[in-house]
């Protein structure tokens, strides 16, 4: 490298490639031939993507729109002149930890990390303010060129970014949150891999604008779901409803790529459904569930024409789900296209005949059947196929679109435990079913940056104890002070940084306690010891802080006018004074797009 960059990757300069992959908020919809719609590109948004100055002339186009959007978009793709300086007196295992804690502004920390962690991160989750009218949310100056914005942010400590009071007094009170939302989601985009998924935590002030804008950065293609979430049971508070949820907003950074979302199977799932063992065969002893043929819900119409037809049962009649239509022939196989008033089989007649040749349909004789015989009357069958623990095991478990066991007093107990005082944390069994869901592998990236007490570093931590991954975190936080009336300022906190970095360090040391405990009445060489030391010589339980600042250079840069001769005369020293050569190390772990955990020697 000839000479270091001293600020962040300019996006502006990236963005000229394949518009639909890399700007699909540029793809939206226009008239075709006579009302049908098609696809088409925003040329205006794209010429916006490819300036860091405002671009004039809006159309009329579907999309979300509001006041100040399009400097958000320029704010975005400026480049800024800031650093990360290490912090060893306040990490833990600092030359050895893979886990990162960046303290400064989350805006100006992912356009630090854009090259050193592009496409590195495999799971992002977010707890941003949800704008309730009394939340803080950044306020970021965005109403200037790039050229100005590189300027002044390579000349101050005071450039921009601070949280300020929103309040639904506001005139711009929804436009200053999305902003606030939109500039950041476009970044931290560009660090997923091609298969991760980026989770949001919502409540309903902001769900709708948050979807639409999450549609334009993600593309609508990649939406995933919206799940809603039990914060409490009881209470009796609010106007028309008692507020008892929040929500979950997931987009895929490309769905065709992502993994299907599977969780594990638990003890009680196996005890209640998994409780039929094999008798006979090559699979004598196994367990297995039952599960129906017939599942009434199906549509008829929507890839179905195959699915109805006769089966043939043990006593040698025929079964076939309820409806109006029937096949003239009575025989096994024989088929006829439904009409809305049929109902189907889950499966074609073909994987019916492989998982009855694999001795995995089960006719079971019942009073209550829905299906129907040739004679028009009810079976005294029902038929099941068998569902096998071990494949099952293997597979995972589809996750409902709804959370029921993640309230939020589950947080609150996590935190007293550890003596940490804090409001509103999400629990850490949510933030791990999250992750485990995502079916992450050893050493993916989890990103939180809106980090506050540093529950996903807690979660991560906590199932990489669990099944020996070695799963690695970055929480990003800005220094928020804490109110002086505050617990956690009464407890010694004086800003939400120096909390969250505690609570990883007394829950880093809590988790090895325990793991190191369930070596106590094991054999040393066991198969059980060996696996709880190897989860041990696995678990990081460190994190190396890093802080946001400005550039280490001193501010020596000159247009080619102000230079005289006398000046290039001139020895100038270019690095500032109180800087550190482990500080300058890090400026060029950043310009060479170096992974920032990597050990120093």
Known sequence: MDKLKLHSPDLTAGNIAKIAALFPNCVTEAKGEGDSLKPAIDFDLLRQELSADLVEGPQERYRLDWPGKREALATANAPIAKTLRPCREESVDFDTTKNLYIEGDN????????????????????????????????????????????????????????????????????????????MRLKIARNLLNEKGVCFISIGNHEIENLKHLANEIFGAKNFIALIPRVMKSGGAKGQFFSPSVDFILVYAKDKTITSPFRTKITQDQIDGYYRFVQRDGTRKGEHYGEERVFVSGLDPLRGCKNQRYWVECPDGSFIIPPGENFPSRVKDGEKIAPTAEDRVWKWTHARLNEERSNGDLVFKETDRSPLVTAEGKRSRYNLYNKLWLNEQMEKGKVPADYFDKFENRQSSAELKELNIPFEFAKPVSLISFLTEISRSDSDDVVLDFFSGSATTAHAVMKLNAEDGNKRRHIMVQLPETCEADSEAYKAGFSTITELGKERIRRAGAKIRTELESQLDGELPGSDKHEEITTKLANLDTGFRVLKVDTSNMANVYYRPDEITQDGLDMQVENIKPDRSPEDLLFQVLLDWGVDLALPIE
């Open 107 to 182: 805006l100006e920390v992912l356009k630090l990390l854009q090259e050193t962690y592009l496409e590195k991160v495999t799971i992002i989750y977010i707890d941003p303010p949800y704008n309730t009218g009394s939340d803080l949310i950044y306020e970021d100056d965005f109403a200037e060129s790039s050229e100005n914005y590189f300027e002044r942010s390579n000349q101050t400590d005071e450039a921009g970014n601070r949280l300020v009071a929103n309040t639904d007094a506001n005139g711009r009170f929804h436009s200053e949150w999305v902003s606030m939302i939109y």
